[in-house]
């Protein structure tokens, strides 16, 4: 398995694994599946500031995790949410834990101090996965998404990935040096 940056390229292999999420299940709050156009879209945008990371093995991209603004005032640019996508048939092999790993050492270079994730509940999987990787429960939304016939909570878990004090500012992804990021890219 290789895990790299994302490129817009990526957008229809990632729509294939997130599509079926969106129309079948309430762990995306999206109700209809972006057009390839605005992954892409969304890709270039993510990528200004934060990692998008995908896992590759035989070429074929089997899992996608990437980073994001988590509230847009100032005071929170130390901390991001973080997303991860898996195809099923990859499930339970370590991939979810390998690209989070990734994505977490490029955002600690970067500068970021916290990593937050919402979880649409129940989700047992995804709990275990994130508690397992140091994340810790810091509170609930209640009946806060309303699909598929029923009102969704959303748990929210946070990962520290710095120390205390004043942090420095962080670095966007595209100002990092190139051999900070050479292991990501393409080949």
Known sequence: MRIRLATGDDAEDMLGIYAPIVINTHTSF??????VQEFCRRIGE???TYPWLVAERNGEIIAYAYATTFRSRP???WCAESALYVRP???RQGIGRRIYASLFDLL???GFQRVVA???LPNDAS?????????RFVGAFERVGF???RWINVGMWQLSLGEEGTPQEPTPLRELPAATTAKYRSR
């Open 30 to 35: 999206e109700l209809e599946p972006p057009a």
């Open 46 to 48: 993510v990528m200004r």
């Open 75 to 77: 005071a929170y640019r």
């Open 89 to 91: 048939d990859c499930h």
């Open 108 to 110: 600690h270079t970067q």
């Open 118 to 120: 919402g979880i649409a």
């Open 127 to 135: 709990v275990a996965l994130h508690e397992s990787l140091g994340f």
């Open 147 to 149: 699909k598929l016939g």
